[in-house]
């Protein structure tokens, strides 16, 4: 089916979601212009999911997209759910140590809280009343897929290999997000470690349009209307952009990382674990470097929450060598910090029949 369809949109741009930094204004914004506004839900409880849901429906009448990570076990990780271990927290928040003392914050104290049980976001996400739930690190389970449907909600999976793809449309999923290695934010591999799924755009788009039948959303190193022409020219019948988008005034990252992807020096980014441990692409900046060469980083998600302490407060004093900079290889293309300029320079690229 033709994606503008299943989604109820006049414009295949779908704005990616952003766990932790996604902001009700640029969603909205994107939707009300005619795309896809998507949100992340990660790390949010069902109350805070519940208010997202009504300041969307507040903001726009036209269709949204809310996405969730599905509970996944990586490689060194505990199972999702489990409590956290008690010797590694020590041993990462000692890692840490100079970093927390950088910005003056305490070291978090034990027990962390854990991130919110998958099936009480899930609840709170269907009630939202998204037109999409999609959904990263894995195949949705067939009674999660069935729910959404009887909701009228439709499901996007996201693949960052062939088999992934192959995977999802298994699942019984509606579309799909083939998401290339230039991609922000963590790599959302579930088939094979994510540094052994490491395949560009140029060459995983087609392939994923030849596996599959159904509609493809192109992910990663897509920033203007250039990219958007070429995602079309391979295959794609949609795009997904993030940091052109994170870098505008509505999205919801520090003025100081908004004005990062759009600086000249937005080229040196690299795919670490340093940050969150599971990787993710971003800015090599001081923070980066020093947690790869201390070493003792707890898994995911025990480092992302760990390393939140002092991100937050860095953030606060506006210093960007601290923060997690994501953003993904064409961040430099990236000239607005006005969403509805970056849409119409997206929505150029788009093929006349698809327009
Ligand atoms: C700060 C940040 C957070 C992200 N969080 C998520 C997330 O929670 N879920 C998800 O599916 N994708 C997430 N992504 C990926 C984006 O939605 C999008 O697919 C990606 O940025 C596209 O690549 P580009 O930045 O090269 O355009 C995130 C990206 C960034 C920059």
Known sequence: MDLRRLLGIETPIVLGPFGGMSSVALT???SEAGGLGSFGLYGLGPDRIASVGAELRDRTARPFALNLWLPFQGPGERAPGDDFDRAEFDRAVAGLTDLFEEVGVAPPEWPVSPLPDFDVQLEAALAAGP??????FGVPPA???EQAHRHGISVIGAATTVPEAVALEAGDVDAI???GLEAAGHRPSFLADPEDSLVGGLALIPQ????VSLPVIAAGGIADRRGVAAAFALGADGVQVGS?????????????HRERI???DAHDTVLTRAM???????????AVRAIEEQGGRASFPLQNILTGVFRRRAAELGRPELLSLWMGQAAGLSRSDEALDVFAELAAGVPGDRA
Do not use: I, K, W
């Open 131 to 136: 037109a999409a739930l999609s959904f990263v």
């Open 28 to 30: 909205a914004a994107v």
């Open 244 to 256: 052109a988008f994170l870098a505008t005034r509505q999205s919801a990252a520090p003025e100081v």
């Open 143 to 145: 009674e999660v897929v």
């Open 262 to 264: 759009r600086s000249a």
């Open 208 to 211: 994923v349009v030849d596996a």
């Open 177 to 179: 997000v083939a998401s």
């Open 276 to 286: 969150s441990g599971r990787p993710a692409r971003g800015l090599r900046n001081e």
